[in-house]
């Protein structure tokens, strides 16, 4: 099946069951219809290809990479919602675990949630292979780089529809639902696998379109399987205590008190820490598959924790008394 | 920083001032499990013409040698290097020094390594495989605008064959 018609049939489907008015997607259909225009109107007759060899081009350029754009922004905008309204359900704590608990006497919810995930993943394929075919689309008809330029900023505003840790905390909450160390998805357009290589500390995603997506679970600074994970806004995933100390900050402060100048320990990009997302379905698929090192983490973050606030408070009360 | 099974104890924190800016320090448990792998790292897999390991039993100090590249006014060379890690590693950088005397405008006269990743542009995600790497850089492409030997920074920019004859000799009495 051709993907514009396997797109349309899947925009049919979901208006079923995404009955949200803020649901967004990629407009493939009608911007393919613009670069069929551009293709007509600047080819030359001579030209038996029919394209149109311009590095940027009036026709579609103005309307073209700014919807494309705001489209990217809002699928990964709604995306991020959906799948943290989704995952504070399955991972509620106190009062609300409890309510859940007794509802679930009534309703199945755990079954509501991984429809809703795969629903979820469904989307985020879809419209990050539309966009894929889009740009490729548009660089052909233009004879340019244009498409894989816009990639690349799309990459530099975290605006990249695959490079979401939403989608990494998706996958691990199918591997906690499942209870395995892969699962497999059937959709519209091809098959959706996740799977978990616990020596590599590798989450593997596969989805249709040969994506394949390898997500490294390992922290860069302590070398060891993330342990309380939060993900910077720039993507990459770090261990809690590690991206506090990396921060200059302490473990009980949180990453919200790390300054607007901390750099990313990777790529160097300032400001990444106050959006940081924690990423507790990670968390617990880490709890729940090693043990062991998971209670060994706990006790030695605890111990840092503790002696952090000690020496803080040592270090505030000599202040105050004026011994210093 | 916390790595499996490290306890508060050992490293000490330090604030400068009674509100803010807290200097990350690890316990001697977690920078000493961070050394561990990474020196496991090293051994699977080392970079081209680069080793490294802990000089006896001090997980904190270590001997590395980098082979001379060819093409290079240091080929056929071996230089021994001293590196000593800090306690609050990786939040702080290692100290990297040239034990063979090597004819450099970024190795200063006792042998210290002047780059930009030991000293402002040290991130923890850095590691010991990385930094040698670095330095087998700068052995193949000395920087001479960040030069701690001016001397030797403008013979390399003014009379580079002059520049290659010294250093090839340095490396052959001193590294061979």
Request: aromatic fraction near 10%; include cysteine.
């Amino acid at each position: 099946m051709k993907f514009g018609s396997a797109f349309r049939e899947y925009l049919q489907e979901e208006r079923e069951w995404l009955v949200d008015q803020k649901c967004a997607h990629v407009e493939y259909i009608r911007l393919k219809k613009v670069l069929k225009t551009c293709q007509k109107d600047t080819s030359s007759s001579d030209n038996k290809d029919q394209l149109c060899h311009c590095q940027s081009c009036p026709l579609c350029d103005q309307q073209f990479f700014s919807e494309l754009m705001k489209e990217a922004s809002d699928v990964v905008g709604y995306f991020s919602s959906r799948v943290k309204n989704l995952l504070h359900l399955h991972i509620a704590t106190g009062m609300q675990r409890y309510v859940l608990r007794l509802r679930q006497c009534f309703k199945d919810d755990r079954q509501a949630l991984t429809q809703e995930g795969r629903i979820l993943i469904e989307y985020i394929a879809m419209n990050a292979i539309a966009m894929r075919k889009i740009l490729k689309k548009y660089d052909k008809v233009h004879s340019s780089v244009n498409g894989e330029n816009f990639k690349s900023r799309m990459h530099a505003e975290h605006i990249e529809i695959l490079h979401s840790p939403w989608l990494i905390e998706l996958g691990a909450f199918y591997l906690n639902s499942s209870g395995l160390d892969s699962c497999d998805l059937d959709g519209v357009y091809g098959r959706f696998s996740c799977e978990l290589n616990i020596t590599k500390a590798v989450m593997t995603l596969v989805l249709p379109d040969s994506i394949n997506l390898e997500h490294d679970l390992t922290c860069a600074i302590c070398l060891d399987f993330v342990f309380n994970p939060y993900a910077l806004s720039c993507g990459h995933i770090f261990c809690k205590s590690c991206a506090c100390s990396a921060a200059s900050v302490m473990i009980f402060q949180g990453l919200k008190a790390a300054s607007p100048e901390s750099k990313c320990p990777i790529c160097r990009e300032v400001g990444v820490y106050s959006k940081a997302v924690h990423m507790l379905e990670l968390d617990l698929l880490v709890k729940r598959r090693c043990k062991d090192y998971w209670k060994e983490r706990l006790a030695g973050e605890r111990g840092d924790k503790l002696k952090q606030s000690n020496d803080y408070w040592n270090l505030q009360s000599t202040y105050s008394i004026g011994l210093m | 920083m916390m790595i499996s099974g490290g306890g508060g104890g050992g490293g000490k924190s330090s604030w400068s001032s009674s509100t803010s800016s807290w200097v990350p320090t690890t316990s001697v448990s977690a920078s000493g499990k961070r050394i561990q792998r990474e020196m496991v790292e090293l051994n699977n897999d080392p970079p081209p013409d680069c080793s490294a390991g802990p000089k006896g039993d001090n997980l904190y100090h270590w001997i590395a040698t980098i082979i001379g590249t060819p093409e290079t006014p240091y080929q056929g060379g071996i230089f021994f290097l001293d590196i000593k890690f800090p306690i609050d590693y990786p939040f702080k950088p290692p100290e990297v020094v040239f034990k063979t005397r090597i004819y450099h405008c970024n190795v200063d006269p006792d042998g210290r390594v002047s780059m930009g990743i030991l000293k402002d542009d040290w991130s923890p995600a850095l590691t010991i495989t990385k930094v040698l790497l670095e330095v087998r850089s700068i052995m193949t492409n000395p920087d001479p605008y960040n030069a701690v030997v001016p001397g030797i920074a403008h013979l390399y920019s003014g009379d580079r064959a002059k520049h290659d004859d010294i250093a090839a000799e340095w490396t052959v009495r001193f590294a061979k």
